[in-house]
Structure formats: C-alpha cells, structure tokens
C-alpha cells in the first residue's frame, strides 16, 4: 500500500466519500445503509412527521409560540424538534408543479355568492370571468386574490427537515465521550446514558441540528428511529407521512428514485428542482438524510455548501503544537541573558 | 407563557423582514455601523474587508444552533488555561535561573488558575462525576477529549509543584513536577484555540490557523501580568520581556487573523465583542508598555497597575473571540454568504 492510499483511507474517515460507513466504524457485515429521501416537492405541511416523532420518541414539548414570522410555530430543529416542518411563503409564481388537481373552470365567487339563493352547485357550466373583469362576489378595483392568468401569486414550499445522518458527522467526531456512536444502518445517534452534557457537538454541526434540552443538559437529536430499525420497522415519521414526502430505505435505491424524481418534474418544467445532500462528494462525504428541493437550500434555512469541520483538525493540531513550541520559545527568550 | 420571543416591535432578535426570500439577489443591505470610541485617534480608516453580504435566509433564523456554554464557564475556561500554562513556563525558567521570588507566585499562579479552570468546567458540566466521562475514551478528532486528557496530566504537576514550593519538602519531586508542567504547559494554553477552532460556528472555524498563537500570546500576558504584581522588581525581569513578547504576538496575530478571514471577521468588530476586543488590545498593549516601564524605573506600583492591565486584557480577548463567534453562530449571514460564494466559485 502506497503512502498516498494510506493518507487517502486515513482520510476518508475524516472527510471526503466514504462507501462503507458502517464498515469502517467496525462493522464487518453490516445491513445496507438506511436513510431518507425527503421529496419536499409533495410536502402539504401536515406537520405529521413532527407529531409521530414526538409521540414514538417521547419527546417532551417545547412551547407551542406563534411567532408572527409565519405558519411554522416550530421554527427549527432542536433538543425537542427532532422532525421540523419549515413553511416557505414565496411570491413567486407556481411553474407547473401543481399535482393533477386544477379547479381553474371553477368559478369559487360565483360559488360562493350562490350559496343559500340557489340549491344547485355551480357545477361545470361555471365559468372564469373575462380578463378585467372583477368576479362576481370580489369588489371591483381592490385586490383580487387570483392573479389574470388564474393562479395563485402566492407560492408555498413546505419542507420537512431533519438530522442528516452524515457520511462525515462532526457531533460523532468531536463527541469527547464517544456518547454519539455510528449504527449498523450507518446512522447517528446519541447514547443519552453516556451524554455528558459538555454541549460540544451543538456548535459542531454545520447543519443546526443537534442541541441541549434545557433541564437535563444533555442534547438530543433524530435517531432514525433506531429502535424500530431494529427490528424492521421504518421510522415514525415516514411511517406517518401521508404524501410520501418523507421515504425511507436503503440510501442507495432512495439515491436512485430521488434522480427518477428530478428527471420527472424537470421534464414537467418544474426546473428549480435539485437535490440536496445526495452527492458523496460533497463537504459532509453526503448525507444519510437527503432531500428535493425546490429553490436554494438557504431559503429553507439549509447551509448551501457545509463542509465537516474535522476536514481541517489536522492542520488544526499542527498550528496549535507550533503555537505550544513557539510558546515555549518565547518564555525561553523571556529568561535569555539580554546584554546591558 | 411570557417567554415568546413576539413583542410589539416584532420578533426580539430577529430581523424586521418577513418573508422567506428567494434567488440570489434577494436579501438585507447591511448598514455598516460608526465606528465609535477611537478615542481621539482621529480613526485609523480602516477599510471595509468584505463587499456588502446579500444573501437569502429562512426568516432570518440562525442555520446553525448557537454554542449553549455559559460564556463565564467556558470562556473564563480558557483564560484560565492560558494563564496556568505560561505560569508554569514561567516557574519552571525562574528555578533553572535562580529566581524564588518569581517561581512562587508563578507556580501558585498555576495551581490556582488551573484548579479554577477545572470548577469551570465541571459547572459548565453539570456535576463532578460528568468530567470523569470525558476519560473514558481517547479521541484525537475531539480537542475536548484531548483537553481533558492534558489537564488530567497537567493538573497534577502544577498542584504538586506549588504544594513543594510552599511545603519545601521533596524538592526533587518538586523540580521533576515543575518541570512536566513546564513541558504540558504550552499544551494546555493553546489547545483551546482548536477547541473553539473544531466547530462549524464561522468567526472560530475560520480563524483556526492563526488562534493558537493569540491564545499563546494571550496566555503569555496573563501570566507575565501576574507574575508582575507579585514578583519584587529585581526578580521579576523575566515576565517584563514576557509581557512584550506576549503582547507583540497575541496583538500581531490578531491582526493577521482579522484580516486573512473575511466576512467571518466582522464578528469581532461588533457589539459585545467589539468592545471587549478594543478594550483586551488597549489593556495588553498598555500593560506591556507599563510593564517595561516599570523595570525602568523600579516602581512597585507600576509593576502592579501593568499586571492587573495585562490579567484584564487577557481576559478580555478570552471574552471577546468567545461572544464573537457566539454572535457569528446566530446571524446565518456568516454561514450561508462565504458557502455561497464557495459554491458560485466552484461552480464557475
């Protein structure tokens, strides 16, 4: 083995791709890497994952506050938030990612004007008023909530957020009691019996994530439902999922059906479609927990290029040994005989 | 529930914008602040390092969740490490020079500093039993773990050469102890720079190469402060060339530091930070000049005033660099403009 391998598989346990997570933290027949592919394209904020995390894991309530800055009363993850719902209020147009479910011949004014006069619906003969003209039932001259073209001009994006599992977890690296270990499923989590509480792991994180619950000091995050994997079962909160925004599966085929996915909706034009975390080679060696997203990740309050902070530990040593010797130099300078 | 963060003029900490914005050009203008309290200078026209940050967040919420350590603990933590380390340093060249009036204080310096450091800690921790799970392992990538390790080391020699010292029994166990400690020393003023270096929060990641020396300068202010105000003036030569050496690196780096980091570096030119910051430069620099003074002119209370500057402003860069990247952590600001860039960059 050559030294530059040597340095690369030394590396790699540290930052860059990693194929075998659960194997190179010693697994030797480890089951497939588990994680999930959050598709936020079909997320309607139902806030379900949010309730089945907090129901399976007992996780305690941390303040229902409205916080005047949208719908999302959760506002990120936390010690308490392990599943975060973010509500994206966008004025920008829709593209052409509304599901099969468009209702642009009905008319709701006029709907809505007939309700008590007239027994019958509206039905299919209603129609869309002519271009400036105010719908019946909408004052004329003030603003009407449906732009001419008939849509909406308000977009939403929903997005459920998570712990991302990373290839690369700097929680994991910089723990001090090794309390945050790897899983078989090349997960994250936190022994809370071994937690110290010493909150290293809180700044660590490039993505927000982790955080100390109050009372007991200690931090707490997703475990990937470590529990249910155990023994087959997914996690609570794709289980709870009703759009399947939220899948969960071996990281592999999901990395395969994100890409089906981005190839679909860029083809329906919905071109601001990415995927977010999926790539091995990114600054985190990719994330267990990936997602779709629909504008930048820093809109849905995502770092746009994190990067784990151990890439850097070894200069980091080297810097802080020379500062140790120059240190030493400087005191020994300090004693030296200095001519009068 | 009184504890919402809504008042009646908006969102406490937040910014005033409402909305979640979109596309690259979305985002606040940053309104760059006076620059106050230069005290006569006239201003040193400092200019602006980073072009105006535009940027799109969500709601203005932090991405990252902000250091949860009580800045007294943690940050008074590495003071104190700091001046424990350079004290030894001190101790163990005024027992190889012949300069008891100067080894006493700096070993007694030592031993109390680090005994405070270790309270510290395990306040921050919670309960005493919590520090003994920082040894139940060994890991290289945590710098705390690492940390605890070097204390568990150091502690002892620095208690037992101050306990010889005072005692004046086993000497040579006492110059033995005197001297691990002078060795460990260097090791526990700087490995908190990789401590506050190894996280993700931007004004500490980014300053990583340049840290350890501040903190080593740091440290060697402190403990020349100290020694200063304790040492009679004819023993006390020592910790006056350590004054400046130290001040000249902490304050030289520093510089070096603010100016290699970019956006990130805005941090230390801001509120809390900011004034801890000009205050930890005026003490140091003032102390050290003080501090030279005072061995030209043989004055006592010289020698006293430049310890308690030197002490002070030590601290006050331990505070300082510690509210500054706690401020960085909550602005997604310092966190999503330098990755964007990166990404742009890379992307061509």
């Keep these: 083995m050559s030294g530059d391998q040597v340095r690369a598989d030394r590396a790699g346990l540290w930052f860059g791709p990693q194929p075998d997570v659960a194997g190179a933290s010693g697994y030797p027949d480890a089951p497939p890497r588990m994680g999930f592919f959050t598709d936020t394209s079909v997320c309607i904020g139902c806030k379900a994952c949010e309730v089945a995390c907090k129901e399976w894991n007992a996780v305690p309530e941390d303040g229902l506050e409205l916080t005047g800055m949208s719908y999302d009363n959760t506002q990120g993850l936390g010690a308490d938030t ?71 001009e308000l977009r939403w994006l929903m997005a459920s957020d998570v712990c991302k599992h990373c290839t690369h977890a700097a929680c994991l690296d910089v723990c001090p009691t090794g309390a945050l270990f790897r899983t078989e499923f090349g997960t994250v989590v936190v022994q809370e019996d071994v937690c110290n509480g010493c909150g290293y792991c809180v700044p660590a994180c490039p993505y927000g994530v982790i955080d100390q619950r109050k009372d007991d000091g200690r931090v707490w995050k997703c475990t990937l439902c470590y529990d249910r994997l155990g023994v087959g079962m997914e996690p609570a909160c794709a289980k709870s999922c009703p759009t399947e925004s939220i899948q969960f599966g071996p990281l592999e085929e999901l990395r395969e059906r994100a890409a089906g996915r981005v190839a679909q909706l860029h083809a329906s034009g919905v071109t601001d479609a990415r995927l977010y975390g999926e790539s091995p080679d990114d600054g985190v060696g990719g994330d267990g927990a990936f997602f779709l997203l629909l504008d930048e990740p820093e809109v849905y309050g995502l770092p746009p290029d994190p990067v784990v902070t151990t890439r850097d530990l070894p200069d980091m040593w080297r810097h802080a040994a020379m500062a140790a010797v120059s240190l030493g130099a400087l005191a020994v300078a300090s004693f030296a005989r200095r001519p009068r | 529930m009184s504890d919402s963060d809504v008042t009646r003029e908006g969102l406490r900490g937040e910014r005033t914008q409402r909305e979640a914005l979109t596309g690259a050009k979305a985002g606040r203008r940053r309104h760059r602040r006076g620059r106050g309290g230069r005290g006569g200078r006239g201003g040193r026209g400092e200019q602006p390092m980073v072009p105006e940050a535009e940027f799109s967040s969500y709601y203005g919420k932090p991405v990252l969740n902000k250091p949860t350590w009580k800045p007294l603990d943690i940050a008074g933590y590495l003071y104190l490490g700091g001046l424990a380390g350079a004290s030894s340093l001190l101790a163990a060249g005024a027992g190889v020079t012949g300069r008891p009036a100067l080894a006493r204080p700096a070993k007694l310096g030592a031993a109390g500093a680090i005994s405070l450091s270790l309270v510290a800690l395990v306040h921050d921790l919670g309960r005493p039993a919590r520090f003994l799970n920082m040894l139940r392992v060994f890991k290289p990538t945590s710098p705390m773990n690492v940390g605890s390790w070097v204390l568990s080391g150091y502690a002892p020699l620095a208690l037992g050469a101050a306990a010889v010292d005072l005692t004046g029994r086993a000497r040579r166990v006492g110059s033995l102890a005197t001297a691990g400690a002078a060795v460990l020393g260097p090791a526990v003023a700087t490995y908190t720079a990789v401590l506050l270096a190894d996280t993700a929060v931007p004004s500490w990641h980014e ?35 350590m004054a400046a050496l130290g001040a000249a690196l902490e304050l030289g780096t520093f510089q070096a530091m603010k100016h290699r980091m970019g956006l990130s570096a805005e941090t230390f030119e801001q509120g809390k930070a900011h004034r801890l910051l000009r205050a930890a430069e005026t003490l140091t620099a003032g102390g050290a000049a003080l501090a030279v003074l005072s061995g030209r002119l043989r004055d006592r209370r010289l020698a006293l005033a430049a310890g308690a500057a030197l002490l002070s402003g030590s601290a006050a860069l331990r505070f300082g660099v510690f509210h500054a990247g706690v401020a960085s952590a909550k602005d997604p600001k310092y966190t999503v403009v330098p990755q964007r860039e990166r990404l742009t960059a890379r992307e061509g």
């Design chain 1, 82 to 152: 392990w599943r975060h719902v973010a509500f994206i209020e966008q004025r920008k147009p829709f593209g052409g990612q509304q599901p099969g479910v468009s209702h642009d011949d009905v008319d709701v004014f006029a709907a809505a004007s007939a309700l008590g006069t007239d027994a019958a619906s509206p039905g299919p003969g209603a129609t869309t008023p002519p271009a400036g003209a105010a719908p019946a039932g909408a004052p004329a001259g003030e603003i009407s909530p449906v732009s001419p073209d008939g849509r909406t």
């Design chain 2, 207 to 241: 300053g990583y190469r340049e840290l350890p020396y501040v903190f080593a300068g740091s440290g060697a202010t402190a403990a020349a402060g100290l020694a200063l105000a304790a040492t009679p003036a004819a023993q006390a030569g020592p910790a006056r060339r």
